[in-house]
């Protein structure tokens, strides 16, 4: 009976350590991946026949259409262009409730409805706070959910209507596009191409496609060039603009969605970006793009015009030809001939008086052309013009993840070493940071071996690790939610699980730690004349850069958990003084709160400071004359008991920071996961109860 005893005691033990827990996730979130990776290679082959044979025929059927129709398909090393979309849609509405004292606030307002055919370029057009991209990102299946939320409308596919929770296969390039910024064009392509397409084209097929979306889009002459953003130094916002478009036609969609494409480009700029889409329509692509106040080259690119007002009014659809004399037959004339068209519809759905008119006369305009609008769609619901009856999802995959996850890290792994590297500005500021705090300790400290020097000990190593997570956290919740903002979307387009680029992030961070933290602890511990002790030196270091590791962990948990930097940094202070509180020296473990007893163990800041004061007192003595500071203190070991020091040796709190540093990591996965990007469905019109997430 023993030995059985003993084992559950051990197995006790073990899984009442905290650490226990976030491995057992991390195995599991592993062992998920790997079996993905598995099915994509075949290994799975039994399991996956197992569930079809579970699976009733009807759903089977359903999902195998399901897959071919997010597929592409590959003939000589090439992508096929896939099947043209002809996209039409009706009674588009969105409500937000805005509680119970304001009630609802329409955004759109069931009017809109209109058809995008292939080798056609739709332009949505209309006063800034009409909801033109959010009627866009209504179509294309990407309105960010909310409770609060409401749509509805109908969309039909080639015929066929689409379930509400569909993402539709387009390429879909917002108004605003980030990228990895010290990227090239070329490499921010051939990134993506290797995760979208793994092992289906050869690498020459792979390749040349990158060389044929370069070509194609107008970026051959800035393929080595860095992409840049705001602070960093690339190529063209125009160039950008065309590089969202190359890496969303890297499976071929036949449809194409733009949220004002031309916004912040200059005539020339805009010009040619909109020859590129003309070129793309001529080829058979469905263009669809909002646009705001274009100009009359620009204008003039396209084939039909949607026209939204005020409160999402829908007040024109039909051919961009044909809008003037529309606009004049209904009672809203040019004031010259010289006003170009755009200029002139723009005046007319405005709710702004033209030509003279009263503020009444304005509102009367406007209203009278949404009835006209509304009396014309009659009778063009989808569901009237659905013949077969047949319905469609689309998952947005677009044939899905292709690389294994071995792949996926190695590529996400490379991204984040390459960023690291070639941010030698970030770099130099924080290498000048920490050298200019460990001068400003060396010159303030001059440690000797008097009573006085046991405080000025104890105050040294708190204020370096206090410091040093101060300083690892800022700069993580600083970075860290600017590049979440981009990994959501590729992880919302399934380039890639949260499970590989995470592992990348955190190990692609180790060689900088280790950097800082070496070069500051290099200075600092030998001006302020610690101890000079056979192997202290290099278990300081060791301990720096474990502490600078919980640290990093620490800012990337906050970070996955914050929507943006601002709330990040809003956060930080508490966390950081909370474990100020608890580094081992403020408050006596007897009078720690019964329900905050477990902060200890997981300090930020206490293992750190713990292991920097045993490896510095350790074998010390100090002498009895000259100026004292509370009970007198002979030896290290005296010093460390003032405060509860000394029960861990440093291999143990070393063990502890890697196991805080592992939790750290585990709940910043946890975090990724469970703020992924979430879409609202689009119910049917006139459903009692419509689903709004998914």
């Known amino acids: 009976m023993r030995p059985k005893a003993t084992t559950r005691r051990t197995m006790s033990r073990i899984k009442g350590h905290y650490f226990f827990w976030p491995c057992l996730l991390l195995l599991l979130l592993l062992s998920r991946d790997c079996a993905h990776a598995q099915q994509h290679r075949g290994i799975a082959h039994f399991g996956t026949k197992l569930k079809e044979t579970l699976t009733p025929p009807s759903q089977r059927k359903k999902a195998k259409q ?70 866009l990102h209504a179509l294309s299946g990407r309105i960010k959910y909310s409770s609060k939320l409401q749509l509805q409308g109908s969309r039909i596919v080639n015929q066929q209507a689409v379930t509400g929770d569909s993402m539709l296969p387009c390429a879909f390039i917002e108004q605003e596009v980030e990228f990895f910024p010290h990227m090239t064009v070329r490499e921010t392509l051939v990134f993506r191409v290797e995760l979208k397409l793994g092992s289906q084209l050869s690498k020459q097929g792979r390749a040349d496609m990158v060389d044929d979306l370069l070509h194609q889009l107008g970026l051959t002459k800035v393929a080595d060039t ?20 190359a890496v969303e036609m890297i499976s071929s969609p036949s449809l194409i969605m733009l949220d004002e494409p031309t916004s912040g480009l200059d005539s020339t700029a805009a010009t040619a970006l909109i020859e590129t889409l003309r070129e793309l329509a001529d080829q058979g692509k469905t263009i669809i793009a909002v646009i705001h106040q274009p100009s009359q080259h620009v204008f003039g690119k396209f084939d039909d015009l949607l026209l939204v007002s005020e409160g999402g009014k829908q007040v024109y659809f039909g051919e961009r030809s044909k809008v003037r004399s529309y606009m004049e037959t209904h009672g809203c004339r040019a004031e010259s001939d010289e006003i170009g068209t755009a200029e002139h519809v723009l005046d007319c759905i405005t709710r702004m008086p033209v030509l003279q008119e009263t503020m009444e006369e304005a509102e009367e305009r406007v209203d009278r ?50 960023e690291v590297k070639r941010s030698k500005g970030v770099i130099l500021i924080k ?49 860290f939610p600017r590049e979440k903002a981009i990994v959501s979307k590729e992880l919302a387009n399934k380039m890639y699980r949260t499970f590989p680029y995470f592992i990348g992030k955190a190990l692609s961070e180790l060689p900088l730690v280790a950097l800082f933290n070496g070069i500051f602890g290099t200075i600092a511990y030998h001006l302020t004349g610690l101890s000079r002790a056979p192997g202290r030196f290099r278990n300081f270091l060791l301990l720096l850069t474990t502490h600078g590791l919980i640290s990093e962990a620490a800012g990337l948990v906050i970070g996955a958990f914050s929507p943006n930097s601002d709330v990040a940094l809003a956060i930080f202070p508490a966390v950081l003084v909370l474990n100020i509180i608890f580094d081992g020296k403020n408050i006596s473990e007897e009078n720690t709160p019964k329900l905050l007893k477990w902060v200890p163990k997981l300090g930020l800041i206490r293992w750190g400071f713990e292991g920097l004061c045993v490896n510095e007192f350790e074998g010390l003595s100090f002498v009895t004359t000259g100026p004292r500071r509370g009970p007198v203190a002979k030896t290290g070991i005296e010093a460390l008991g003032r405060f509860g020091l000394g029960k861990y040796s440093i291999n143990q709190v070393m063990k502890n920071q890697l196991q805080v540093t592992g939790m750290g990591w585990t709940l910043a996965l946890l975090g990724l996961m469970l703020t992924k990007q979430k879409y609202v469905t689009m119910a049917q019109p006139n459903d009692d109860e419509p689903d709004t997430t998914r």
């Open 431 to 479: 290498i000048v940071q920490q050298v200019t705090t460990a001068l400003i300790y060396g010159g303030i400290y001059s440690l000797g071996n008097d009573q006085a020097s046991i405080q000025d000990r104890f105050g040294l190593l708190s204020l370096i690790t206090i410091g040093a997570s101060n300083m690892a956290i800022a700069g993580s919740i600083r970075a």
């Open 369 to 418: 052309l949404a009835e006209l609008a509304k009396q014309q769609s009659a009778g063009t619901s989808v569901s009237k013009r659905d013949a077969n009856n047949q319905v469609r999802r689309f998952t947005g995959a677009q044939g899905g993840l292709k690389a294994s996850i071995f792949v996926q890290f190695k590529l996400l792994a490379q991204r984040s070493l390459r």
């Open 66 to 135: 399901q897959q071919q129709q997010d597929e592409f398909v590959i003939q000589n090393d090439r992508i096929q262009a896939q099947e043209s979309i002809d996209l039409e849609f009706s009674n588009i509405q969105l409500q937000l409730d805005q509680g119970r004292r304001k009630g609802s606030k329409t955004i759109l307002d069931g009017s809109i409805h209109g058809r995008a055919q292939p080798g056609r370029m739709l332009a949505i057009m209309g006063p800034s706070g009409a909801g033109k991209s959010t009627l």
């Open 226 to 245: 860095i992409v840049g953003n705001a602070r960093v130094r690339g190529i063209s916002g125009g160039e950008r603009k065309r590089l969202s478009i």
